[in-house]
């Protein structure tokens, strides 16, 4: 039997430039598919260094010329969290070991992924646009939505 829901969690370092883009790109891409009714969708941070604060203004206008809103507060990625969960896709690998450090502590159930397994392009990290100019946000933004568009269409072959 096929299940209604999947729950999807995007996790970077400080939950405020690629995790937050991510959620919005996928919730962007999930309301074009007509399916919102099938996902739950959220996104927090590794650290809690910019907890309650609002997404990069930056991200927010790279995503905004492209149509997607990216709205939000940071949080930190929480134990539960990897229990309630079905997927944790990370930004990179440095997010990847410390939700592996957690999972293996907390028992989590999460099946936990870097989101550029799904890009067609090839994987490995979504780079930190944080301290660089305004062309990593747009090269970021490429890199998320080409996977979230593949991590779509791959996990609604799973509702079927």
Avoid: K
Wanted: charge should be negative; charged fraction near 30%.
């Amino acid at each position: 039997m096929a299940r209604s829901q999947i729950s999807v969690l995007f996790v970077c370092l400080g939950n405020i430039c690629r995790s937050p883009l991510a959620e919005s790109v996928f919730r962007h891409l999930v309301r074009e598919a007509g399916v919102e009714d099938r996902f739950v969708i959220d996104s927090a941070g590794t650290s809690d260094y910019h907890a309650g604060d609002p997404p990069d203004s930056r991200s927010v206008a790279t995503a905004r010329a492209r149509g997607v809103e990216v709205t939000g507060t940071s949080r930190q990625l929480r134990p539960e969290d990897l229990r309630t969960f079905d997927y944790v896709i990370v930004m990179d690998g440095s997010n990847l070991a410390e939700v592996r450090r957690l999972h293996e502590r907390t028992g989590g159930y999460s099946r936990v992924h870097l989101l550029r397994e799904w890009d067609p392009e090839g994987g490995g990290d979504v780079p930190d646009p944080y301290y660089g100019g305004a062309r990593g946000f747009d090269d970021v933004h490429d890199i998320v939505e080409r996977s979230a568009r593949a991590l779509l269409e791959d996990l609604l072959t799973s509702l079927d």
